[in-house]
C-alpha cells in the first residue's frame, strides 16, 4: 500500500470519532449519513479550526442535506450519457467518469446522487464500452476524466486508461478533474507525476475553494504536477458561508496564482439535491466579480459560469466602477460604440 492509500483508509468516516473529536450532538447527523457517505482524510481533517468553520461546512454533515426544497437535480446528466460512464454534450469533447469515489466527500457535490448510486462503481467493467464510443466519435478531441475522482484509482489503472486513450488518434488534449491535491496532497506523489509525464498534452483542474486550503502540502502538490508539465487550474464552487464573499474569493484567486495554479472558472453551484443551504444568489456572485475586476491580475481572474442545460454559460458583472462612479456596464458600453474616438465622454 502506498502511503496516500494508508491516509485514505485513516480518513474519519464515523459519527463516533466525529463527536469525540468535536464534541458535538451526533443525532441530528445520524439520518444525514445513512442517505450521504462521510469521509474526510486526516489531512483535510486536520484543516478545520472550529464547528462550523470553511473547511468544516464543505466536510462535516449537515442536517440540511436532508432538506427537501431541491427535489431533483437541474440536469440530469445521464440523458446525455450515451454509454455509462460517458457525458457527452458538446461535440468535441466528452467527460470519462472513470471513479464513484473520492478522498473527500465533498457536501456541495453536484455528483451527489451519481456518487451515492454508483457505490461500487467498478471502470474496468464499462471502460471498453467508454472507450470504443469515444473511438467511434472522431469529432471528439479533449477527454476529461471525472467522478468522483480520477486520482483514486491506482498509478497502474489510471495509466491503463492513458494508454488506451493515447491510442486514438483524434484525442489531442488529456484532462483530469481532481481534487486530491485539495484534500490529499499526498496522492501527488513523484511517481504518480513520472507517469503522468509520458502522456502530454495533459492538463490538470483542481478544486480549491477557501484560502486555508493553501497550504504547504497542497501548495507542494500542485508545483509537482506543475514541474512534471502539467499545467494546473483551478474551479471553485461559489459557496455559502465557504467563498461568497469578496475578500475571501479574493485571496483565494491571488494565492491560487502564487502556488502557480490558473483560476480557470467560478461554477454558480447547480440544482442538486441535498446542497440547498450552500446556493447563493446569482447576484451574490456577480457582486463577488464586480469586486475582482481592475483589483486583481487578469491572470487571476476566472469566469463565472453557470452550468444551464445547453452547456456552461459566463455571467458577467452589470456595472463597472469608474473614478468611484457605478456605471452600468451596457450604458458605458453604448457610448464606447456610439463614440468609438471617446469624443462623447
Ligand atoms: C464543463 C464540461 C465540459 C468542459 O467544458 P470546458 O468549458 O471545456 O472546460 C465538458 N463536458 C461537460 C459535460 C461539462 O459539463
Ligand atoms: S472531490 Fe469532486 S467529485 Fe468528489 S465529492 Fe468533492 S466535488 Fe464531488
Not at 62 to 85: K, N, Q
Not at 148 to 176: A, K, N, Q, V, Y
Not at 238 to 250: C, T
Request: a positive charge; one cysteine or more.
Amino acid at each position: 500500500m502506498e502511503q496516500w492509500q494508508k491516509s485514505v483508509s485513516g480518513s474519519l468516516t464515523s459519527l463516533e470519532e466525529l463527536t469525540e473529536r468535536f464534541g458535538i450532538d451526533p443525532e441530528p447527523l445520524r439520518p444525514v449519513l445513512e442517505r450521504y457517505r462521510m469521509r474526510i482524510t486526516p489531512y483535510y481533517l486536520s484543516l478545520i479550526q472550529e464547528v462550523g468553520d470553511p473547511i468544516w461546512r464543505q466536510c462535516v454533515p449537515d442536517p440540511h442535506e436532508l432538506e427537501e426544497g431541491i427535489p431533483f437535480d437541474s440536469f440530469d446528466e445521464a440523458e446525455l450519457s450515451p454509454v455509462r460512464g460517458v457525458v457527452h454534450r458538446y461535440p468535441n469533447r466528452v467527460v470519462l467518469l472513470i471513479s464513484s469515489t473520492c478522498p473527500t466527500f465533498c457536501r456541495f457535490c453536484m455528483r451527489k446522487s451519481w456518487i451515492k448510486s454508483q457505490r461500487g462503481f467498478n471502470i474496468n467493467e464499462s471502460i471498453d464500452r467508454a472507450i470504443r464510443y469515444i473511438e467511434k466519435n472522431t469529432a471528439v478531441r479533449d477527454v476529461i476524466l471525472s467522478g468522483g475522482d480520477p486520482l483514486s484509482l491506482s498509478d497502474g489503472s489510471l495509466e491503463d486508461i492513458l494508454i488506451r486513450l493515447r491510442r486514438i488518434p483524434h484525442i489531442e488534449i488529456i484532462r483530469i478533474g481532481s481534487r486530491a491535491p485539495v484534500t490529499l496532497p499526498d496522492r501527488i506523489t513523484l511517481k504518480l507525476c513520472r507517469m503522468l509525464k509520458g502522456y502530454h498534452p495533459l492538463y490538470v483542474n483542481t478544486h480549491f475553494n477557501h484560502p486555508l486550503e493553501i497550504t504547504p502540502q497542497s501548495s507542494k502538490a500542485c508545483i509537482r504536477l506543475v514541474e512534471a508539465g502539467i499545467p494546473v487550474g483551478n474551479q471553485t464552487v461559489l459557496l455559502k458561508g465557504v467563498n461568497d464573499d469578496p475578500a475571501v474569493m479574493k485571496e483565494l484567486m491571488q494565492k491560487l496564482l502564487t502556488i502557480r495554479v490558473k483560476p480557470y472558472y467560478i461554477h454558480h453551484l447547480d440544482l442538486v439535491k441535498g446542497t440547498s443551504h450552500f446556493r447563493t444568489s446569482i447576484e451574490q456572485g456577480k457582486t463577488i466579480m464586480a469586486s475582482l475586476r481592475g483589483q486583481i491580475s487578469g491572470m487571476a481572474t476566472p469566469y463565472y459560469v453557470i452550468d444551464l442545460p445547453k452547456g456552461k454559460v459566463p455571467i458577467l458583472p452589470d456595472d463597472i466602477k469608474k473614478d468611484g462612479k457605478v456605471l452600468s456596464l451596457r450604458n458605458y458600453l453604448g457610448k464606447m460604440i456610439e463614440y468609438p474616438d471617446g469624443a462623447g465622454e
